[in-house]
């Protein structure tokens, strides 16, 4: 299987996987309202109403100003990252100025220019998902990485793959489900889901020798989302998975997660 062979190599720790979750999605591009659109480049270009605004060289207090912007002078917005908008000044200079210095920004017809930000709106028009979750599959360690994308307010279609570090053997799952949240709109939102998969199984034993084995799998869970602001969102899942396996009897397994993920 194609997905379970790229899989052998997800051994990314928890932090690793959580620190790129998180600037994926702080450098998303800003969205902007106003009337005047350069038209060569889509871009919005401002003109400075308070006496000067300050240019840093990163989107931070700590980082230093090396460029000062004059009242009446243009600049173009290029994207925006945690209150801090990355600028192009005429000649050419690149910088991070805050939201609070543009507030009184106009555009070239003389209108004000609205700085929107991501709200429970954007998070219920969503369509796609990244998440991190670790957790406890059976009484071995997990860690899953999750992606899904929204059909509906109510129905997704999600893909995990998921590392399980156990005392004897590892397990490396795959699977794809269909998730049905029947509330969208409330800020805890639960969600059912069901699915199918493949596991693939390395047994560690060194007394007795066990053969790797790769089995199908199907899982039904429950779980509850918490919309916690920007784009982000907290998740909780209980599942039940079932292996199909050669021996007489299938195998079940337990699982619960927690984690973190983000929209776009």
Same mark, same amino acid.
């Given at each position: 299987?194609?997905?379970?062979? @790229? ?9 690793? *996987? ?29 003109? *400075?109403?308070?006496? %000067? ?8 207090? @700590? ?11 243009? #600049? ?15 000649? @050419? ?38 998440? *991190? ?17 929204? %059909? ?39 969600? %059912? ?24 799998? *199907?899982?039904?869970? #429950? ?9 982000? +969102?907290?998740? +909780? ?28």
């Amino acid at each position: 299987m194609i997905f379970l062979a @790229g899989f052998k190599h997800f051994k990314y720790t928890w932090s690793q *996987v959580l620190l790129c979750l998180v600037l994926a999605a702080q450098a998303l591009p800003m969205v902007g309202y106003a009337e005047e659109i350069t038209p060569e480049r889509n871009l919005l270009v401002v003109e *400075v109403i308070d006496p %000067f605004v300050e240019l840093k060289t990163g989107p931070g207090r @700590g980082y230093p100003v090396f460029f000062v912007v004059r009242r009446g002078e243009q #600049i173009l917005l290029l994207k925006q990252k945690t209150g801090w908008i990355k600028v192009e000044t005429r000649e @050419g200079h690149h910088g991070w100025v805050t939201r609070e210095q543009l507030a009184k920004t106009l555009a070239l017809d003389g209108t004000a220019v609205e700085f929107v930000d991501v709200t429970r709106e954007g998070y219920h028009d969503r369509r796609w998902e990244v998440s *991190v979750l670790a957790g406890q599959f059976a009484s071995a360690t997990s860690l899953t990485l999750s992606g899904a994308y929204l %059909f509906t307010d109510n129905i997704s279609m999600e893909m995990q793959a998921t590392q399980v570090l156990g005392d004897f053997s590892e397990s490396q799952l795959v699977n794809i489900g269909i998730t049905h949240q029947p509330w969208p709109l409330w800020r805890w939102s639960p969600y %059912f889901g069901l699915g199918i998969g493949k596991v693939r199984i390395l047994p560690k034993a060194t007394l007795v020798k066990e053969k790797k084995r790769l089995e199908d799998a *199907v899982h039904v869970g #429950i779980g509850l989302r918490y919309y916690l602001g920007g784009r982000f +969102f907290g998740r +909780f899942e209980y599942r039940e998975s079932s292996f199909f396996t050669e021996r007489d009897d299938n195998e079940e397994a337990e699982e619960w997660k927690i984690g973190l993920g983000v929209f776009f």
